[in-house]
């Protein structure tokens, strides 16, 4: 396929070899004709000889008129350009013929229920969010180990101390000093607990998470970064206050 920049000149160049084609073989035709209407003359020569006369005539006729017919489709179709916007303009009825209009709303309500009919619906990706719904474009598994890092700071903030974290160091271990600030339901269990599991599945398993799971182990993270977030402010309000007094004693 040939690109667009060699397409025009290529056009140009054949569109001029077909002009000078079609002129040379016009010239050779005339001359010809003249030296036959020449030599079948009484006399074999130009002078008095009405048949050369009629030829060039003629042929300077069609010259003329080739070359106004020329100039006029020259001239109308430089026109018609010149009426075109040069910028974005709507199509309306009045602006193609009835046919032309109707044709090109088929073709565009067509286009249309052809789109509409190809988007996917009921798609569903093992381990990811579903399109449209509230964790579209979520990785379960991606965003549940995320969230290590966010309640290993924090509990950090909390607790100044507390141990560096491994990669591989199970969740209820790992952050087993902040489970006495943590909530706990009636079978003693606490939120730490089920986002160990959940995290222990995304980590090991090679089933993707549930969207079920996800939302448990997020839920569970939310918890106990709450708390951790609340045992913080009440220690930064703990040394507002120590301060405070420190400052009235002195």
């Known amino acids: 396929m ?3 920049r060699l397409v025009k000149p290529l056009l140009q160049i054949s ?3 077909l002009v000078l084609g079609t002129f040379c073989a016009t010239l050779l035709s005339c001359v010809a004709i003249l030296s036959q209407a020449v030599r079948t003359a009484p006399n074999r020569s130009w002078n008095k ?3 050369a006369l009629i030829i060039g005539a003629s042929y300077i ?3 003329i008129a080739s070359i106004f017919f020329c100039l006029k489709r020259t001239i109308a179709v430089r026109i018609k ?7 974005h303009k709507i199509i309306t009825r009045g602006d193609v013929p009835d046919s032309v209009h109707k044709y090109i709303t088929e073709e565009y309500a067509r286009t249309c229920l052809i789109a509409h009919q190809s988007q996917p619906t009921d798609a569903f990706h093992e381990g990811w969010g579903k399109p449209g719904g509230q964790y579209e474009g979520v990785r379960f598994r991606r965003a549940l180990l995320d969230t290590i890092s966010k309640i290993d700071f924090l509990a950090h903030l909390v607790i100044p101390t507390h141990p560096p974290l491994k990669p591989h160091a199970r969740m209820i271990h790992h952050f087993r000093f902040i489970l006495p600030l943590l909530p706990s339901n009636e079978d003693e269990l606490t939120p730490l607990h089920y ?3 959940i995290v222990q599945l995304a980590r090991i398993s090679h089933r993707e998470p549930t969207e079920e799971e996800f939302e448990l182990g997020m839920d569970s993270a939310d918890v106990i970064m709450q708390a951790l977030n609340e045992c913080r402010l ?12 420190v400052s009235e004693e002195s």
């Open 2 to 4: 040939l690109s667009s």
């Open 234 to 245: 009440e220690m930064l309000e703990g040394s507002s206050t120590q301060l405070n007094q």
């Open 49 to 51: 000889n009405f048949n």
């Open 195 to 197: 986002y160990d599991s």
């Open 81 to 87: 350009l010149s009426r075109f916007s040069r910028t």
């Open 61 to 63: 006729i069609l010259l």
């Open 15 to 17: 569109y001029i070899l």
